[in-house]
């Protein structure tokens, strides 16, 4: 069964950092992009990183670019995202899943509230 986990999140005050994980339980999680998505009150989820199945490439939305780097690591299944510099806007639940995703494999999510 294809589970996502996500852990790390938090409170933190503008301009600190986080680092976000996702344990991924699949087969061959090697094969696999994935990404890390967010959503926050009032707004559509939307993509923030992704990264290829080899780790090799890895894209990130304009308003995270230059801040946040996604790495993963094939041998623990294991999904990281490093979250430096961050806003008030960076407010949202975090979640990861496959890239495209796929419904019916969202976690529970873990929420990310930058406030002073």
């Known amino acids: 069964q294809v589970q996502f986990v996500e852990s790390g999140g938090g409170l933190v005050q503008p301009g600190g950092s986080l680092r976000l994980s996702c344990a991924v339980s699949?087969?061959?999680?090697?094969?696999?992009?994935t990404g890390w998505y967010r959503q926050a009150p009032g707004k559509q989820r939307e993509l923030v990183a992704d990264?290829?199945?080899?780790?090799?490439?890895?894209n990130y939305a304009d308003s995270v670019k230059g801040r946040f780097t996604i790495s993963r690591d094939n041998a623990k299944n294991t999904m990281y995202l490093q979250m430096n510099s961050l806003k008030a806007e960076d407010t949202a639940v975090y979640y990861c899943?496959?890239?495209?995703?796929?419904?019916?494999?969202w976690g529970q999510g873990t929420q990310v509230t930058v406030s002073s």
């Open positions: 990264i290829t199945s080899s780790g090799g490439s890895t």
């Open positions: 699949v087969f061959s999680f090697r094969l696999y992009a």
């Open positions: 899943n496959f890239k495209p995703p796929r419904s019916g494999y």
